[in-house]
């Protein structure tokens, strides 16, 4: 069982839609998670975090944790075509000493 | 600075040869981390720095690769005799409290071995 695991994809959406990316991990001791984004030939982007069980939102991202089912997504609302990338999820372990990544979902967001 | 600088931004380099990859992280984080990408592949864990020591190793391949860190800054990653399946993507990544906040990523070096 991989630790952190994600949906390959592609996962297609119409511009204006809610794009959802889902991530689950397997250490019940993880303390932070986050979604990173990396768009093609680039390097990966921080574009949220959260700690603790519910939902955090920032401008139309939203970041979803449920650690009883240690599960981790992120909606992304009105999406545009500019958010076309590579989401990677990214769970700390080993006792908060470095991030663990998923393979990334890859989103496309068709106008 | 303001970011993570890594260098070079690419690398070709013939099978056999040693080459280095240097990464300067934003000044004042303690925890600097390389990573490597292979081509559509995800990222890769190869060793963690707290500091100058290197807590964390277990992520490097084989005994061609090395790393060190010196002066709680700059930190050099040694590929020797180079081999084909060492072409990927080198990404050093930088935080001010280990993995707590997540890391700042550099822009990276791409290496091809020829």
């Known amino acids: 069982q991989k630790e952190v695991e994600q949906n390959s994809g592609p996962l297609s959406v119409p511009e204006g839609a809610i794009a959802s990316l889902n991530c689950t991990y397997s250490?019940?001791?993880?303390?932070?998670f986050f979604w990173y984004r990396q768009y093609s030939g680039k390097s990966p982007e921080l574009i949220m975090s959260i700690y603790s069980n519910g939902d955090k939102e920032d401008g139309r991202f939203t970041a979803q944790l449920n650690k009883a089912s240690q599960y981790v997504s992120l909606l992304i609302r009105d999406s545009q075509p500019s958010d076309s990338a590579t989401y990677l999820c990214?769970?700390?372990?080993?006792?908060?000493?470095?991030?663990?990544f998923g393979a990334g979902t890859i989103l496309r967001v068709k106008s | 600075g303001a970011g993570v600088s890594q260098s070079p931004s690419n690398k070709v380099t013939e099978k056999g040869k040693d080459v280095e990859l240097r990464c300067d992280p934003i000044?004042?984080?303690?925890?600097l981390y390389w990573y490597r990408q292979s081509l559509g592949q995800g990222l890769e864990f190869l060793i963690y720095f707290q500091g100058n020591s290197a807590p964390d190793k277990s992520g490097l391949p084989s005994d061609r690769f090395s790393a060190e860190r010196t002066g709680g800054s700059v930190s050099t990653l040694t590929i020797q005799r180079t081999q084909q399946e060492d072409s990927a993507v080198y990404l050093c990544?930088?935080?001010?409290?280990?993995?707590?906040?997540?890391?700042?990523f550099g822009s990276g070096t791409r290496l091809t071995v020829v």
């Open positions: 990544a930088s935080s001010f409290d280990r993995a707590t906040y997540g890391y700042t």
């Open positions: 250490d019940r001791g993880s303390q932070s």
């Open positions: 990214a769970v700390s372990m080993e006792y908060g000493n470095k991030l663990v």
């Open positions: 000044s004042g984080h303690t925890a």
